[in-house]
């Protein structure tokens, strides 16, 4: 399969290149150039499998022509490695908690598929590949994580110094090996810039094979649509109407689930959930779409004034506003209402939601006002321990840390500060990565 792209004026490439290269030409996003569909007769025994079986019969339709049967199943072996299990929260009401993963986040299912990716192509060329990304907390930890100890691979995580959680820093460095944490003294905008910097330069693209591992890789993306499946399937008997909640800020997750219906999922509706950056709700109520400055909330890792994977939204549905409106809508909230909401969902029905999840369960209550005997799925993209100082304040009880989480809490941090000069910065890779 080709890959496209969302402004139509680059050339199509192959899988390897659409991976390697994180973004075509022309400013656009890559995307498959056509959506394969599952039969029916998966749909109709899907609920039978497994999670890995399920994962692995989504990545044959796009990869099989690309990558063959065993390596895939390879692929899926290392990378789903844990479970995406669908809780009753109340009536009609389901959590799709996806936040097993080492970082306790739904990054995971996109960063570990990608670095099984990312690891095959370097393996198969027989060239060291160097993947720089830039970071304003969440992605450094998933890709940190997926990457650490694959062969073949150099890793650089560009991150803001001090502007950033301590939790977050910590599970960004404090990995060794081929993982180096660069501690930029600037802001999120100097890291990204650094890193589309690099992507220009001749002579660090020649000498390091670079490869970008930000959000919009279409080897993220697609992985993720595995759990939309997953989650229909554990409905059982439940499947009319079933719309699903997915707290969104950079619209990675409801792209993913978007193609997981244009495969033949039959979801009746997505709500696009937000906090106060509400860009794609006003889009969708006026049309009109007005990126703007990002404004921090409680929901950090959606606090994006201008969605990336929106361009492929618009593109999925020919930049037609009333087929949109057919198959998504959507709601911000503020941080009021997202921490009344975690209160109240933890006394009425014993769930602790974290505040990304609070957003989507906000969204689905209010779509679900609205269609009759609907059953919902909202997303739990994070582990509520993650934000344990919002939540422990909110509910008047300590949180239990997860091992892992207390584990990486108690590790030493590993860094290396930088400028946000682009000539130090190149200096510095040139340096290091000689050999
Ligand atoms: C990244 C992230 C989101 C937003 O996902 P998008 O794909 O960018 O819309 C939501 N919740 C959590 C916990 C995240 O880390």
Request: contains cysteine; glycine residues 6%.
């Amino acid at each position: 399969m080709k890959y496209l792209s969302t402004k139509g004026r680059a050339e199509p490439v192959s899988l390897r290149e659409a991976v390697l290269k994180g973004m075509p030409d022309d400013g656009g996003l890559f995307f498959p150039e056509h959506i394969p569909r599952v039969s029916t007769e998966f749909l109709r025994e899907m609920d039978a499998l497994s999670f890995q079986e399920i994962s692995l019969e989504v990545a044959r339709l796009f990869f099989s022509e690309d990558i063959s049967e065993e390596e895939l199943e390879g692929f899926i072996r290392n990378s789903i490695t844990f479970d995406a299990p669908l809780k009753r929260v109340k009536e009609n009401v389901y959590s799709l908690e996806l936040f097993f993963g080492p970082t306790l986040a739904f990054k995971d299912f996109g960063a570990r598929f990608m670095a099984e990716m990312v690891s095959y192509f370097a393996k198969k060329e027989g060239k060291k590949l160097t993947v720089l990304v830039a970071t304003s907390g969440d992605t450094g930890s998933a890709v940190a994580n997926a990457f650490y100890q694959k062969e073949g691979i150099e890793v650089f995580i560009l991150y803001p110094s001090g502007k950033i959680s301590k939790n977050q820093e910590l599970q960004i460095t404090t990995y060794d090996k081929n993982i180096t944490a660069l501690e930029i003294k600037g802001t999120f905008d100097d890291c990204q810039r650094l890193v589309k910097t690099a992507f220009l330069d001749r002579e660090l693209n020649d000498r390091l094979n670079l490869t970008s591992a930000n959000s919009i890789n279409i080897a993220r993306l697609i992985p993720q649509s595995f759990y939309y499946f997953y989650g229909f399937s554990q409905l059982k008997g439940r499947k009319e109407r079933v719309i699903i909640s997915v707290p969104s800020g950079n619209f990675g997750n409801l792209t993913a689930g978007i193609i997981a219906k244009k495969m033949g999922l039959p979801i009746h509706k997505f709500v696009a959930s937000t906090n106060i950056n509400d860009a794609v709700p006003l889009y969708l109520k006026t049309g009109r779409f007005e990126p703007k400055e990002s404004k921090r909330t409680i929901s950090s890792a959606m606090d994006v004034g201008d969605p990336s994977n929106f361009a492929r939204i618009l593109y999925i549905y020919g930049n037609d506003l009333n087929r949109i409106r057919e198959d998504i809508v959507g709601w911000s909230f503020d941080d009021e209402e997202t921490k009344d909401t975690i209160g109240e969902v933890y006394q009425r029905y014993d769930y602790l939601l974290d505040p990304h999840g609070a957003v989507a369960f906000l969204g689905l209550s209010k779509a679900m006002e609205e269609i009759n005997g609907a059953s919902g799925i909202f997303l739990e993209t994070a582990h509520p321990a993650k934000f344990f100082d919002i939540i422990e304040l909110i509910i008047k009880r300590k949180v239990e840390l997860p091992s892992g989480l207390r584990e990486v809490l108690s590790k030493r941090k590993r860094s290396i500060i930088l400028s946000r000069s682009f000539s130090e910065f190149k200096g510095f890779l040139l340096e290091t990565t000689k050999r």
